[in-house]
């Protein structure tokens, strides 16, 4: 099974933006919701965003209005929006079905300081 593949994160300053792109090499891709997750420091991996296959979304309160999942299907991939970052939003960024049922990627750090 070939990993989930994140990329995009590097270092922000407070109030700016970041995007995120995961590729899943996976022939059944567009039929699974997707999610984007993360991971503090000393912290459980948390989720934070999702889309549907009918492209519904839905986000954790702590980054509505600021961070916009999409998906392109025809790529097989899923990206992350993340604007008016916070130093809060510091973790490593991991993509997965939202039932996380495929290996995990190495994930993409962002980190958001001053």
Do not use: H
Request: charged fraction near 20%; hydrophobic fraction near 35%; aromatic fraction near 12%.
């Amino acid at each position: 099974q070939v990993p989930l593949a994140e990329s995009g994160g590097g270092l922000a300053q407070p109030g700016g933006s970041l995007r995120l792109t995961c590729t899943a090499s996976r022939d059944s891709f567009q039929f699974y919701t997707m999610a984007w997750y993360r991971q503090a420091p000393g912290k459980e991996r948390e989720w934070v965003a999702l889309i549907n296959i009918n492209l519904s979304t839905s986000y954790v309160d702590a980054v509505k209005g600021r961070f916009t999942i999409s998906r392109d299907n025809t790529k097989k991939t899923v990206y992350l929006e993340m604007s008016s970052l916070k130093p809060e939003d510091t973790a490593v960024y991991y993509c997965n079905n939202f039932a996380k049922t495929w290996e995990w990627g190495q994930g993409t750090q962002v980190t958001v300081s001053a």
